[in-house]
Antibody, heavy 119, light 105 residues
Framework: QVQLKESGPGLVQPSQTLSLTCTVS????????VSWVRQPPGKGLEWMGA???????DYNSALKSRLSISRDTSKSQVFLKMNSLQTEDTAIYFC?????????????WGQGASVTVSS | IQLTQSPSLLSASVGDRVTLSCKGS??????LAWYQQKLGEAPKLLIY???SLQTGIPSRFSGSGSGTDYTLTISSLQPEDVATYFC????????FGSGTKLEIK
Protein backbone atom coordinates (compact mmCIF):
# COMPACT_ATOMS: atom_id res chain seq x y z
CA GLN A 1 0.00 0.00 0.00
CA VAL A 2 1.47 3.30 -1.11
CA GLN A 3 1.68 5.86 1.68
CA LEU A 4 3.35 9.21 2.17
CA LYS A 5 3.42 11.13 5.43
CA GLU A 6 4.74 14.64 6.00
CA SER A 7 6.18 15.74 9.31
CA GLY A 8 7.68 18.93 10.62
CA PRO A 9 7.03 21.99 12.73
CA GLY A 10 3.61 23.57 12.48
CA LEU A 11 4.96 27.03 13.29
CA VAL A 12 7.99 28.76 11.87
CA GLN A 13 9.18 32.28 12.62
CA PRO A 14 9.66 34.76 9.78
CA SER A 15 13.12 34.67 8.19
CA GLN A 16 13.74 31.17 9.59
CA THR A 17 14.17 27.88 7.73
CA LEU A 18 11.44 25.31 7.19
CA SER A 19 12.43 21.67 7.36
CA LEU A 20 9.92 18.98 6.40
CA THR A 21 10.29 15.23 6.10
CA CYS A 22 8.24 12.95 3.88
CA THR A 23 8.36 9.32 4.98
CA VAL A 24 7.13 6.91 2.32
CA SER A 25 6.12 3.27 2.33
CA UNK A 26 4.92 0.79 -0.24
CA UNK A 27 7.33 1.95 -2.93
CA UNK A 28 10.99 2.62 -3.55
CA UNK A 29 12.52 6.08 -3.92
CA UNK A 30 14.99 4.73 -6.47
CA UNK A 31 12.24 3.86 -8.92
CA UNK A 32 9.73 6.59 -8.09
CA UNK A 33 9.93 10.38 -7.91
CA VAL A 34 8.70 12.64 -5.12
CA SER A 35 7.45 16.19 -5.57
CA TRP A 36 6.44 18.81 -3.05
CA VAL A 37 3.25 20.81 -3.67
CA ARG A 38 1.90 23.52 -1.41
CA GLN A 39 -1.46 25.18 -0.95
CA PRO A 40 -1.96 28.49 0.90
CA PRO A 41 -5.17 28.66 2.92
CA GLY A 42 -8.18 28.88 0.62
CA LYS A 43 -6.01 29.07 -2.50
CA GLY A 44 -4.72 26.89 -5.31
CA LEU A 45 -1.86 24.47 -5.69
CA GLU A 46 1.78 25.31 -6.39
CA TRP A 47 4.37 22.79 -7.55
CA MET A 48 7.52 23.49 -5.57
CA GLY A 49 10.05 20.98 -6.77
CA ALA A 50 10.92 17.34 -7.21
CA UNK A 51 13.59 14.76 -6.65
CA UNK A 52 13.48 12.31 -9.51
CA UNK A 53 14.03 8.58 -9.22
CA UNK A 54 17.63 8.93 -10.38
CA UNK A 55 18.35 11.48 -7.65
CA UNK A 56 18.40 14.69 -9.68
CA UNK A 57 16.27 17.63 -8.63
CA ASP A 58 14.18 20.36 -10.25
CA TYR A 59 12.75 23.43 -8.61
CA ASN A 60 10.06 26.01 -9.27
CA SER A 61 11.99 29.01 -10.58
CA ALA A 62 10.16 31.28 -8.13
CA LEU A 63 11.47 29.26 -5.17
CA LYS A 64 14.78 27.96 -6.50
CA SER A 65 17.00 30.34 -4.55
CA ARG A 66 15.41 29.30 -1.22
CA LEU A 67 14.56 25.64 -1.72
CA SER A 68 16.42 22.37 -1.39
CA ILE A 69 15.07 18.83 -1.77
CA SER A 70 17.07 15.75 -0.85
CA ARG A 71 16.48 12.15 0.14
CA ASP A 72 17.75 9.22 2.17
CA THR A 73 16.76 6.12 0.25
CA SER A 74 17.81 3.78 3.08
CA LYS A 75 15.26 5.42 5.34
CA SER A 76 12.63 5.98 2.62
CA GLN A 77 12.60 9.68 3.41
CA VAL A 78 12.56 12.85 1.34
CA PHE A 79 13.49 16.20 2.85
CA LEU A 80 12.42 19.73 2.04
CA LYS A 81 14.34 22.74 3.30
CA MET A 82 13.29 26.27 2.49
CA ASN A 83 14.94 29.33 3.98
CA SER A 84 13.98 32.95 4.49
CA LEU A 85 10.36 32.13 5.20
CA GLN A 86 7.75 34.87 5.05
CA THR A 87 4.07 34.98 5.98
CA GLU A 88 3.11 34.19 2.39
CA ASP A 89 4.77 30.81 2.81
CA THR A 90 1.99 29.82 5.20
CA ALA A 91 0.41 26.80 3.55
CA ILE A 92 -0.31 23.11 3.63
CA TYR A 93 2.70 21.30 2.24
CA PHE A 94 2.06 18.00 0.45
CA CYS A 95 4.56 15.41 -0.63
CA UNK A 96 3.51 13.40 -3.64
CA UNK A 97 4.64 10.43 -5.73
CA UNK A 98 5.08 10.03 -9.45
CA UNK A 99 5.90 6.69 -11.04
CA UNK A 100 6.06 4.64 -14.19
CA UNK A 101 4.43 6.15 -17.22
CA UNK A 102 3.06 8.88 -14.95
CA UNK A 103 6.60 10.21 -14.50
CA UNK A 104 5.50 13.82 -14.14
CA UNK A 105 1.99 13.23 -12.76
CA UNK A 106 1.40 12.92 -9.04
CA UNK A 107 -0.69 9.80 -8.39
CA UNK A 108 -0.38 9.56 -4.61
CA TRP A 109 -0.39 12.34 -2.03
CA GLY A 110 0.34 12.60 1.65
CA GLN A 111 -2.21 14.08 4.02
CA GLY A 112 -0.32 17.36 4.09
CA ALA A 113 1.56 19.28 6.77
CA SER A 114 0.17 22.62 7.87
CA VAL A 115 2.85 25.27 8.27
CA THR A 116 2.20 28.73 9.68
CA VAL A 117 4.81 31.44 9.41
CA SER A 118 4.33 33.84 12.27
CA SER A 119 6.21 35.47 15.10
CA ILE B 1 2.70 27.94 -19.02
CA GLN B 2 -0.22 29.57 -17.23
CA LEU B 3 -3.52 27.72 -16.91
CA THR B 4 -6.88 29.49 -16.74
CA GLN B 5 -9.84 27.51 -15.44
CA SER B 6 -13.46 28.45 -15.98
CA PRO B 7 -15.83 28.90 -14.44
CA SER B 8 -14.36 29.49 -10.99
CA LEU B 9 -17.65 28.39 -9.44
CA LEU B 10 -20.17 26.03 -10.96
CA SER B 11 -23.53 25.08 -9.51
CA ALA B 12 -25.37 22.14 -11.06
CA SER B 13 -28.05 19.60 -10.23
CA VAL B 14 -27.61 15.91 -9.53
CA GLY B 15 -27.70 14.05 -12.82
CA ASP B 16 -26.52 17.02 -14.89
CA ARG B 17 -23.75 16.77 -17.44
CA VAL B 18 -21.03 19.13 -16.25
CA THR B 19 -18.15 20.58 -18.24
CA LEU B 20 -15.10 22.28 -16.74
CA SER B 21 -12.62 24.18 -18.87
CA CYS B 22 -8.86 24.64 -18.67
CA LYS B 23 -6.99 26.87 -21.11
CA GLY B 24 -3.24 27.12 -21.41
CA SER B 25 -1.20 30.17 -22.35
CA UNK B 26 0.76 27.93 -24.73
CA UNK B 27 0.36 24.56 -26.40
CA UNK B 28 0.22 21.83 -23.73
CA UNK B 29 0.67 18.93 -26.18
CA UNK B 30 -1.90 16.83 -24.27
CA UNK B 31 0.29 16.74 -21.15
CA LEU B 32 -2.62 17.68 -18.95
CA ALA B 33 -4.11 16.07 -15.87
CA TRP B 34 -7.12 16.75 -13.67
CA TYR B 35 -7.30 16.51 -9.89
CA GLN B 36 -10.27 16.49 -7.54
CA GLN B 37 -9.89 17.99 -4.08
CA LYS B 38 -12.61 17.55 -1.51
CA LEU B 39 -12.73 19.86 1.50
CA GLY B 40 -9.99 19.08 3.97
CA GLU B 41 -8.44 16.36 1.82
CA ALA B 42 -5.43 15.99 -0.45
CA PRO B 43 -6.05 16.17 -4.20
CA LYS B 44 -6.86 12.95 -6.05
CA LEU B 45 -5.75 12.19 -9.60
CA LEU B 46 -8.70 11.69 -11.97
CA ILE B 47 -7.34 11.99 -15.51
CA TYR B 48 -3.84 12.11 -17.02
CA UNK B 49 -2.51 12.65 -20.53
CA UNK B 50 -5.73 14.56 -21.36
CA UNK B 51 -8.08 11.56 -21.50
CA SER B 52 -6.64 8.57 -19.59
CA LEU B 53 -8.78 7.61 -16.60
CA GLN B 54 -6.81 6.85 -13.46
CA THR B 55 -7.42 3.42 -11.95
CA GLY B 56 -10.44 3.34 -9.67
CA ILE B 57 -12.01 6.57 -10.96
CA PRO B 58 -15.67 6.25 -12.04
CA SER B 59 -16.30 6.23 -15.76
CA ARG B 60 -18.60 9.26 -15.51
CA PHE B 61 -15.39 11.32 -15.50
CA SER B 62 -13.75 11.94 -18.86
CA GLY B 63 -11.25 14.33 -20.35
CA SER B 64 -10.69 15.77 -23.78
CA GLY B 65 -8.89 18.52 -25.59
CA SER B 66 -5.84 19.46 -27.55
CA GLY B 67 -3.48 22.35 -28.08
CA THR B 68 -4.31 24.96 -25.48
CA ASP B 69 -7.92 23.97 -24.65
CA TYR B 70 -8.93 21.09 -22.40
CA THR B 71 -12.13 19.89 -20.76
CA LEU B 72 -13.15 17.68 -17.87
CA THR B 73 -16.66 16.28 -18.21
CA ILE B 74 -18.79 14.60 -15.58
CA SER B 75 -21.53 12.79 -17.47
CA SER B 76 -24.00 12.57 -14.58
CA LEU B 77 -23.21 14.66 -11.52
CA GLN B 78 -23.36 12.83 -8.19
CA PRO B 79 -23.49 14.37 -4.70
CA GLU B 80 -20.04 12.96 -3.92
CA ASP B 81 -18.57 14.97 -6.81
CA VAL B 82 -18.80 18.20 -4.80
CA ALA B 83 -15.18 19.37 -4.77
CA THR B 84 -12.70 21.76 -6.32
CA TYR B 85 -11.17 20.56 -9.57
CA PHE B 86 -7.68 21.58 -10.69
CA CYS B 87 -6.02 21.08 -14.04
CA UNK B 88 -2.26 20.53 -14.16
CA UNK B 89 0.15 20.75 -17.08
CA UNK B 90 3.50 18.99 -17.34
CA UNK B 91 4.47 19.87 -20.87
CA UNK B 92 6.69 22.83 -19.98
CA UNK B 93 7.45 23.05 -16.31
CA UNK B 94 4.70 22.11 -13.90
CA UNK B 95 1.74 24.36 -13.15
CA PHE B 96 -1.78 24.09 -11.81
CA GLY B 97 -4.87 26.02 -12.75
CA SER B 98 -6.63 28.12 -10.15
CA GLY B 99 -9.47 25.63 -9.77
CA THR B 100 -13.20 25.27 -10.37
CA LYS B 101 -15.37 24.81 -7.32
CA LEU B 102 -18.29 22.52 -8.09
CA GLU B 103 -21.39 22.56 -5.94
CA ILE B 104 -24.82 20.99 -6.05
CA LYS B 105 -27.72 23.30 -6.87
Amino acid sequence: QVQLKESGPGLVQPSQTLSLTCTVSGFSLTSNSVSWVRQPPGKGLEWMGAIWSGGSTDYNSALKSRLSISRDTSKSQVFLKMNSLQTEDTAIYFCTRSSGQLYYVMDAWGQGASVTVSS
Amino acid sequence: IQLTQSPSLLSASVGDRVTLSCKGSQNINNYLAWYQQKLGEAPKLLIYNTNSLQTGIPSRFSGSGSGTDYTLTISSLQPEDVATYFCYQYNNGFTFGSGTKLEIK
